[in-house]
């Protein structure tokens, strides 16, 4: 199939471009930057999601658009509020639009676990609203789509703003192991490339009618545990440093705090290990760091 990632040159766009092209699909990708790891196969165009002419021109002729771009990081959204409106509710309703128009088979949005939370801030506000608008366009226009809703998901490519690759960065650069929340959290983690085959899996036949479907890890797993796994592999003698901060955004023990429509939670049948996706990462960000 002819398919479009928006956002594909990011750290789960880019797997998941991967991905697509590992299974004989025809890939383009719509980013402000080309990827470093973007290999030839895939067309790439560079461009902003909100210019509606450039969103006009990459839609038309493609079979399934995935949309993956946006502010994605917590702590942006917080400071920022009026840009992640215009940044992840306004660009998506074009999309939408121009599907509808140019009858895409299917719209697949990238959204989060934290639309069920009272935390996650203006960006849990912005993937929810964004949903309310995707339910609607598939109830008045007809617009066949997914709404994948994203775990704790790590691997390489991942920049500092994700905890773990923050983690391992710190621990590599100044030999200490520093987590900014408590020492109790759980999180459902599951490695990018997992989440990558699940989000391809998503075109089968299997989800034609499981419209919002979770993407996250099978089991919950203390953070204490993973940073455990990483002083280990790395040999840190200090002891773990737990800031416990209660800055609005993330949660503890679980994000849930209501479910107003159905999902179906989504597992890969083998998971890749979180020792060797720790040692991965381990190895990815010193080669990317130079460390």
Request: proline letters at 2%; hydrophobic letters at 35%.
């Amino acid at each position: 199939m002819n398919i479009l990632v928006i956002g594909g040159s990011g750290f789960l766009g880019s797997h998941i471009s991967d991905e697509l092209q590992n299974r004989g699909h025809h890939v383009t990708i719509l980013d402000q930057k080309k990827s470093k790891w973007a290999n030839n196969k895939a067309t790439f165009i560079s461009g902003d999601i909100k210019d509606v002419s450039i969103l006009e021109k990459v839609i038309k002729n493609k079979d399934v658009v995935y949309h993956f771009a946006g502010i994605a990081d917590i702590g942006e959204c917080l400071k920022n509020p009026l840009s992640t409106a215009n940044t992840n509710i306004i660009p998506t309703i074009n999309i939408m639009n121009l599907c509808a128009k140019n009858k895409v088979k299917k719209f697949i949005f990238a959204s989060t676990i934290y639309v069920h939370s009272s935390q996650g801030g203006f960006y849990r506000v912005s993937k929810k609203s964004s949903e309310l608008y995707i339910i609607e366009f598939g109830r008045i226009f007809k617009l066949n789509f997914n709404i994948l809703r994203y775990g704790t998901v790590y691997g390489p490519r991942s920049n500092l703003n994700n905890n773990l690759s923050r983690i391992i960065f710190n621990a590599l650069t100044k030999n200490i192991l520093k987590y900014p929340g408590s020492s109790k959290a759980l999180r459902k983690i599951i490695h990018v490339k997992d989440a990558a085959k699940l989000s391809v899996d998503i075109l089968g036949k299997k989800f034609l009618n499981k419209k919002v479907v979770l993407i996250t890890g099978k089991k919950f797993i203390e953070i204490k545990e993973i940073i455990k796994k990483v002083k280990s592999q790395l040999q840190i003698k200090e002891k773990i440093i737990y800031e416990n901060s209660k800055n609005l955004g993330h949660y503890i023990k679980s994000p849930y705090v209501n479910k107003e429509i159905k999902e179906y939670s989504c597992y890969p049948k083998k998971f890749i290990d979180i020792d060797y996706g720790i040692s991965e990462m381990i190895d990815f960000m010193r080669k990317e760091y130079n460390i």
